[in-house]
């Protein structure tokens, strides 16, 4: 899908200001995560920009770059803990203890990465390959341990009063917090320090959990900024061009954006990036980590890349719609390939003694969209004994004729298009006479499409396989009277 489309001419017009400004050298687009644990479908969307802007500019012949920052220097709550070990409640009781501690410090609750940060990093760029978003990681861990923020760690330390007297005056609406937070040298946690002093470069800070006092030259002591001004640093550091940010950050009184570009312009080197305004995702929770796995790739682009600044209500409804415009297997929408041709292309799938790797995508997400949206059982069935038995034998005759037509009609005709089926169709119920509002509630419930798509769609989609055997049933019954 070509998704230049989703490139609306506000963005183009802040794109084409940014790149013409930037001469000698590359041009970053850049967003953020943390590997705490692997949230749900609502924070694509930020990514999904990201993305969108760098392969635009790429097409465009913009040597472009997309870093991705991962604030895993961040201490790990215990509300990130519970949603990061789905609830498990071992898993809980034996890294409780770690809530508070930088995540990159932290092992592996699985055991099978480094540390607990790798883990989720790894969980969220596998979601982000599955979108084709392949940006470039940078661990703010490494960014601090490897002294690349020592020049402002000096900024910082020598001009703390004047930051906070700066802050109050520019953003007086706005309460400045910690400007650092100290890693605690005896527990190792951040959540609970506090810096007493600074005098002669040296700091002094306590720590409630240990209750412990250190004093440290500023050079050597371990910690992080607080979020507006590590991203103020940050952005002049890596000279980021472009990044996402919601409403949220854009309050010109309170909000990140405007802070952090203040802090630049007046200690860090003026640097900020533009903002690629999104509006958010509002989800139905049951909708929650089921999307991915669900749709196409093309049908969450649309969803997520539509009305960039409108904040969209995501729910089953809205879910089915698009699905109905998005194109699978050349003619036939999403939507209608899920009701009307998975069953029988499962069916023979499972009788063909393939392996499951081998379901291709639509398959895929078909199935899990079958399941988690639609919540239908996926294997097509047949009329049933009861059912027949309670059906009138004249309905059931016609209904046969009907089937009978549809069934030498497509193989006579085995790539006829799906508007010169529907007219031949109707001509036929017209010439025919036939009772459309009493024959299609049984013709539905006979081959379990009760609210499913049109029956004219139903016909033209399912394979004539299942309509013969269908057939064959009713005829059975027919004889039976
Ligand atoms: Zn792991
Ligand atoms: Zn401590």
């Known amino acids: 899908m070509d998704l230049d489309k989703f490139v609306d001419s506000d963005l183009e017009q802040i794109l084409e200001k940014r790149v013409g400004i930037v001469k000698a050298r590359t041009i970053v687009v850049a967003s953020g995560i943390t590997s705490s644990h692997l949230g749900d479908e609502r924070n694509l969307r930020e990514f999904l920009f990201a993305d969108l802007v760098t392969n635009h500019l790429r097409k465009k012949a913009v040597n472009v770059v997309f870093f991705l920052f991962d604030d895993n220097y961040d ?66 861990w490494s960014l601090y341990e490897s002294g690349v923020y020592d020049f402002a760690k000096e900024i910082v330390f020598t001009r703390m009063e004047e930051i906070r007297t700066f802050l109050k005056k520019e953003f007086p609406k706005y309460t400045v917090e910690k400007i650092f937070w100290p890693l605690c040298q005896q527990c190792h946690k951040m959540d609970k320090t506090t810096i007493d002093k600074i005098v002669n470069k040296q700091v002094a800070y306590s720590c409630t959990r240990c209750k412990k006092h250190h004093i440290v030259s500023w050079k050597k002591i371990k910690g992080k900024f607080s979020w507006k001004i590590d991203i103020a640093i940050k952005w002049n550091v890596f000279k980021s061009d472009f990044e996402p940010f919601s409403k949220a950050y854009l309050d010109p009184d309170v909000g ?9 312009k007046e200690f860090f080197g003026g640097h900020f990036p533009e903002v690629i305004q999104y509006g958010q995702i509002l989800m139905d929770r049951n909708l929650s980590y089921t999307l991915l796995a669900s749709l196409p790739n093309g049908v969450l682009d649309t969803l997520f890349l539509s009305r960039r600044k ?87 005759i016609k209904i046969g004729e009907l089937l009978d037509w549809v069934i030498s009609y497509k193989s006579t005709n085995p790539s006829v298009a799906l508007e010169t089926f529907t007219k031949d169709f109707k001509d036929l119920l017209g010439n025919e006479e036939i009772n459309i509002a009493k024959l299609f509630p049984i013709v539905r ?33 027919i004889n039976k009277n």
């Open 75 to 140: 201490p790990l709550s215990f509300n990130q803990l519970k949603v990061a070990v789905r609830k498990d409640e071992k898993l809980i009781r034996k890294f409780e203890h770690y809530c508070g501690t930088p995540i990159k410090l932290i092992p592996d609750p699985y055991g099978c990465h480094d540390n607990y940060s790798a883990h989720y990093q790894e969980e969220i760029l596998n979601r982000f390959h599955k979108l084709n978003i392949f940006p470039n990681i940078i661990d703010s």
């Open 256 to 264: 990140s954006y405007f802070i952090a570009k203040s802090l630049s």
């Open 310 to 396: 409108s904040d969209i209500k995501l729910s089953g409804q809205k879910v089915i719609q698009l699905s109905k415009q998005y194109i699978v297997r050349k003619n036939i929408s999403f939507y209608d390939y899920v009701q009307t041709r998975l069953p029988y292309e499962s069916l023979e799938f499972f009788g063909s003694g393939k392996s499951l790797p081998e379901l291709d995508d639509t398959m895929k997400y078909g199935g899990e969209f079958m399941r988690h949206i639609l919540k239908k059982e996926i294997l097509p069935k047949l009329p049933t004994t009861q059912l027949l038995n309670r059906l009138n034998i004249k309905d059931l």
């Open 445 to 477: 419930r006979l081959l379990s499409q009760e609210k499913g798509i049109a029956i004219n769609k139903v016909f033209y989609y399912m394979t004539n396989q299942f309509l013969n055997t269908s057939r064959y049933l009713l005829e059975k019954q």
